[in-house]
């Protein structure tokens, strides 16, 4: 793939959004690049401990851009101006720039061009402004850097949001009577109509066994009456 060298310098910011409230604003910039494949590491100016809102840096830095990406218009350079506080750093306002823009303003040669460009708050509004100057390099090829792996893919998760675990499937061993003959089950499937099956050939009836009560005998078969016993 055919790339540029992108020289910056980051010179300085004027009239910024004050985010401190009672100490005065000591600056610095974050700078990186997006919309390319090259993965350029952020970059990052000292800190300006006397400009308050009109901070100076004069911070040079390059970047490796992607020369089709640049002509297609996928390419921004994004600064992100941040007040460095001990109880917590506070964003001021971010600079986005289209390095066609910039290309298409100077192109590849030996001069430094340098350009002034809004500082946008998070609302969206514009306050202040800063000051960069650049140089791109002449086009030269390089081998294409490798896609990113995809994502992992994730666990499966229930309604709290808790890890559900995978289950294996059981066989069960026992055998399905439904698919197999038995005589003993056929004795003893549920009768139609409310008569009981009759027995199948060879089974014996199981035995008549009466209810206890209190521990004794179930009285004799008969009409009720006692035997008569001989004088």
Do not use: C
């Not at 009239?15 to 952020?42: C, E, H, R, W, Y």
């Not at 100076?56 to 941040?82: G, M, P, S, Y």
């Not at 808790?162 to 003893?188: G, N």
């Not at 008569?195 to 004799?220: C, D, I, K, T």
């Amino acid at each position: 793939m055919e790339v540029r060298q992108l020289e910056i310098r980051i010179i300085k910011a004027n009239d910024l959004k004050d985010v401190n409230l009672m100490t005065k604003m000591d600056v610095f910039a974050l700078v990186s690049i997006s919309g390319d494949q090259l993965n350029n590491p952020q970059q990052k100016t000292d800190v300006d401990k006397d400009g308050g809102t009109s901070p100076k840096w004069n911070f040079h830095t390059q970047f490796t851009v992607d020369a089709a990406a640049v002509q297609e218009n996928r390419v921004t350079l994004k600064i992100k101006l941040i007040s460095n506080r001990s109880l917590g750093n506070k964003e001021i306002g971010v600079v986005y720039v289209q390095i066609k823009e910039m290309f298409d303003g100077g192109g590849a040669g030996e001069e430094e061009k340098s350009g002034n460009y809004s500082v946008r708050l998070s609302n969206g509004t514009v306050k202040g402004n800063l000051d960069l100057a650049y140089k791109f390099g002449e086009k030269y090829t390089i081998e294409r850097p490798p896609s990113p792996p995809p994502p992992p893919m994730e666990e499966p998760r229930n309604m709290n949001g808790v890890d559900t675990p995978q289950v294996m499937a059981y066989r069960s061993t026992f055998p399905d009577l439904s698919s197999t003959y038995s005589p003993l089950a056929e004795a003893y499937r549920p009768p139609h109509g409310g008569y009981p099956n009759p027995l199948p050939p060879g089974a014996y009836p199981p035995p008549h066994v009466g209810y206890r009560y209190g521990g004794y005998q179930p009285p004799p078969t008969g009409y009720g009456y006692p035997p008569m016993q001989r004088l």
